[in-house]
T-cell receptor, first 109, second 114 residues
């Protein structure tokens, strides 16, 4: 499957601070999906990005797909304790969904 | 409720004793897939299936078998489990993987092989 690097691996933030995770690929991606996994839980689909330069928002979450379709980011505005978990990007190459290593977000109340 | 159901949730077994982890979805999804999740290694795909009787290897298929005799079921078979297969396993399904629908994951099966 397509390989992606996710950074950072871990992020501690104070509640109310913003958070961003980045997903980088050496090859052009056809599309990319984002998932959230709460501690002890299973991955849950958040969104898919397909178009170059695409930006999608879900409440406090903003997802971007780079112009060259080689990178993507997830930005959370004013984090809350409910945002705790690991966020994964996952290029979808049709039959194979390959996950990045994930960014584990910890939020201090 | 639309869901992917895996059983069992937890399993401790001994090396070499054949086991099957079941996976069933009630959403009429074509695509189903198995992943294992290990600390530091993330989620890695074991096998996937595009439809009934159509399966293919993912990134880490060694030591595993699958079958897709019915659309709703996609069991994962470990013929001779070994300790390096101790892991957290997830089954997932999607309406049509190639068109980029999101995957729905089961709750996971934590397997320990001693």
């Amino acid at each position: 499957g397509q390989q992606v690097m996710q950074i950072p691996q871990y992020q501690h933030v104070q509640e109310g601070e913003d958070f961003t995770t980045y997903c980088n690929s050496s090859t052009t991606l056809s599309n990319i999906q984002w998932y959230k996994q709460r501690p002890g839980g299973h991955p849950v689909f958040l969104i898919q990005l397909v178009k170059s330069g695409e930006v999608k928002k879900q409440k406090r979450l903003t997802f971007q797909f780079g112009e060259a379709k080689k990178n993507s980011s997830l930005h959370i505005t004013a984090t809350q304790t409910t945002d705790v978990g690991t966020y994964f990007c996952a290029p979808n190459a049709g039959n194979m969904l390959t996950f990045g290593g994930g960014t584990r977000l910890m939020v201090k109340p | 409720e639309a869901q992917v159901t895996q059983n069992p949730r937890y399993l401790i077994t001994v090396t070499g004793k054949k086991l099957t982890v079941t996976c069933s979805q009630n959403m009429n999804h074509e695509y189903m897939s198995w992943y294992r999740q290990d600390p530091g290694l993330g989620l890695r795909q074991i096998y996937y299936s595009m439809n009934v009787e159509v399966t293919d290897k993912g990134d880490v298929p060694e030591g595993y078998k699958v079958s897709r005799k019915e659309k709703r079921n996609f069991p994962l078979i470990l013929e001779s489990p070994s300790p390096n297969q101790t892991s957290l396993y997830f089954c997932a399904s999607s309406l049509q993987g190639a068109l980029g629908y999101g995957y729905t994951f089961g709750s996971g099966t934590r397997l320990t092989v001693v």
